[in-house]
Structures are given as C-alpha cells and as structure tokens.
C-alpha cells in the first residue's frame, strides 16, 4: 500500500523560497510517476509538476521557472524546491504517485499549506 507524506510547507514572504517534501512509502518508487499540485482556497486543483520514472518534467505554464521538481530513489522521495514565490502561489500543496502512465494520479497525501505575504 502507497503512502505519501508532505512536510516543508510554511508562510514566507514575496520573493521568498521554499523546498517541500514528500516521502514515498511502498515498493517500485524508482518506477513511478511523480506530481505535486496545489489548490487554493475556492479553485480546482492544480498539477503543477511532474516527474516521470525516467526523471522527464513538465511544468505547469504559472510556475515554470520558478518551480524546480527532483527525485531522490534511493530515499524514495520528491521534492519541490519554490523560488521566487508571489501571493497567488499561497495553496495547499499534494504530492501525487502513479504507476501507469496513462493513467490518473491515484495516490495522494495530505497536502501542506503554502501561505506567501508579507
């Protein structure tokens, strides 16, 4: 049984940087595909990055170059690693798994929120 688990969420300022996690616990990682998405308060959620098994990445247009998504395999984590962060970036952030590509994220974890003001 998959379970994922956020954590490196927080308030920071405009400007500002913040690197999330998300720990992967069952087997064939390596092979999996990885997303995190955010939705904010009264919106649809979001996918905002994603990391294939092969580490190909895609980004979602509002994030691309600020954003930066990585895998660790052998501690079977996915980061997120956020510069540059602007208030409209404040969300609930969920770290996502699948194992087939054309399939639908099926696995997901709590979230962590993502608040940016000053």
């Known amino acids: 049984q998959v379970q994922l688990v956020e954590s490196g969420g927080g308030l920071v300022q405009p400007g500002g940087s913040l690197r999330l996690s998300c720990a992967a616990s069952?087997?064939?990682?390596?092979?999996?595909?990885m997303g995190w998405a955010r939705q904010a308060p009264g919106k649809e959620r979001e996918l905002v990055a994603t990391?294939?098994?092969?580490?190909?990445?895609n980004y979602a247009d509002s994030v691309k170059g600020r954003f930066t998504i990585s895998r660790d395999n052998a501690k079977n984590t996915v980061y997120l690693q956020m510069n540059s962060l602007k208030p409209e970036d404040t969300a609930v952030y969920y770290c996502?798994?699948?194992?087939?590509?054309?399939?639908?994220?099926?696995?997901w974890g709590q979230g962590t929120q993502v608040t940016v003001s000053s």
């Open positions: 990391i294939s098994g092969r580490y190909n990445t």
């Open positions: 996502a798994l699948k194992y087939n590509f054309n399939s639908a994220y099926n696995y």
């Open positions: 069952g087997s064939a990682f390596s092979i999996a595909d």
